[in-house]
């Protein structure tokens, strides 16, 4: 395998890091972290080149009397650590989404089924959370719309760490939920649903927004049963005059801060959209993955009666309802993460 590219590269970075203003430079932390990758790259090749060579080694040594019950185990612990190897290279070779390091802004909202709806928003909201949680990930509230059944019309949050939009980008599509609501007398299952969009959080630098193109309004903040209702025009509606997305804020007390949000907010919806456009000349298969941007996409069903999780596009099922709910759902996000590796190769 010729990694003359990446040790090149790999040589560049290292000079830029070893500059006395690098650590100034706003580019320092993505260079240090493709830095250790391109490390880890060039150390396993290294590895696996020196375990051809002991394992060919051993192979010659098995026919020998005295060395050859000895020869046997090496060759088999080089091969199954050559496999191993071999695997992980591949996959850090794969080419990886720039904007899997960004931060989610992953947004909820109640769909069909009225107030049973809302309060499985809520318990997606809790299992993100708690999936962040576990994952060293930090988890900020941007701005929630609950009901008075302790349920959420709608809750937005950021999630920032280490891989954030990369681990959680599948997450978007609907969301459907099977069983008897608290409220249910007659012990009939309900369908409800739903929505969750993920985004990756923009900057500045990812795309223009001209202040031409949006019209903003101010107006006062009003709040559930309220509470906290600012008796200022606190509240901020942007509206991107092009595309017609509208974002209102005005859970902030400030109105600076909440123009900062909707902002963010904006700024991540139409990168979304771009993504989405580039989207269009990719496969079906990887379309039917990410999703298309279409908000009645079911992507996975939680049936509580019979103690199953189907995520549709990959056909996987797996039981234990309730730990998913608590956070647990790694085995879903790995086996849509395999899922997307296997369409890049």
């Known amino acids: 395998m010729d990694l003359s590219k990446i040790k090149t590269e ?3 970075i290292e000079q830029f890091l070893a500059t006395p203003d690098a ?173 969750v969009a993920v985004l990756p959080e923009a900057s500045e630098e990812d795309l223009e927004i001209k202040q031409e193109d949006l019209r903003i309004d101010i107006y006062r903040s009003g709040g559930h049963g309220g509470q906290g209702v600012n008796t200022t025009d606190s509240a901020v509606r942007i509206t991107h005059l092009p595309t017609g997305i509208v974002v209102a804020m005005q859970d902030e007390r400030s109105q600076q801060q909440n123009r900062v949000k909707a902002m963010n907010i904006l700024r991540s919806r139409l990168l979304e959209k771009k993504k989405e456009e580039e989207l269009k000349n990719a496969s079906e298969a990887r379309k039917s993955l990410i999703g298309t941007g279409d908000r009645s996409e079911k992507i996975r069903t939680y049936n509580f009666p019979q103690d199953r999780i189907t995520d549709h596009r990959i056909h996987y099922n797996r039981s234990n309802i309730n730990a998913a709910m608590d956070g647990d759902i790694d085995d879903i996000i790995t086996e849509l993460t395999k899922h997307e590796r296997s369409l890049a190769e």
């Open 10 to 12: 790999a040589e560049e």
């Open 23 to 195: 650590y100034s430079h706003p580019d320092f932390a993505a260079k240090a972290k493709r830095a250790n990758l391109l490390k880890e790259i060039l150390e396993l090749d290294e590895k696996i080149k020196k375990d051809t060579e002991n394992l060919e080694e051993a192979k010659t040594l098995i026919s020998d009397p005295e060395l050859g019950e000895i020869a046997k185990e090496d060759v088999k612990n080089y091969e199954a650590s050559l496999e191993s190897d071999k695997a992980r290279l591949e996959e850090l070779l794969i080419p990886r989404d720039p904007t899997d390091d960004k931060p989610a802004i992953i947004e909820i909202r109640a769909g069909a089924g009225g107030d049973e709806a809302s309060l499985f928003a809520g318990e997606l909201f809790r299992m993100y959370e708690r999936y962040a949680e576990g994952h060293g990930l930090k988890t900020e509230l941007i701005s929630k719309n609950e009901n008075d059944t302790g349920g959420m019309k709608e809750v937005i949050f950021k999630i920032t760490g280490d891989n954030a939009y990369g681990q959680l980008k599948f997450e978007g599509g609907v969301h459907r939920v099977q069983r008897v609501p608290v409220t249910e007398s007659q012990g009939r299952i309900h369908t409800s649903t739903a929505t």
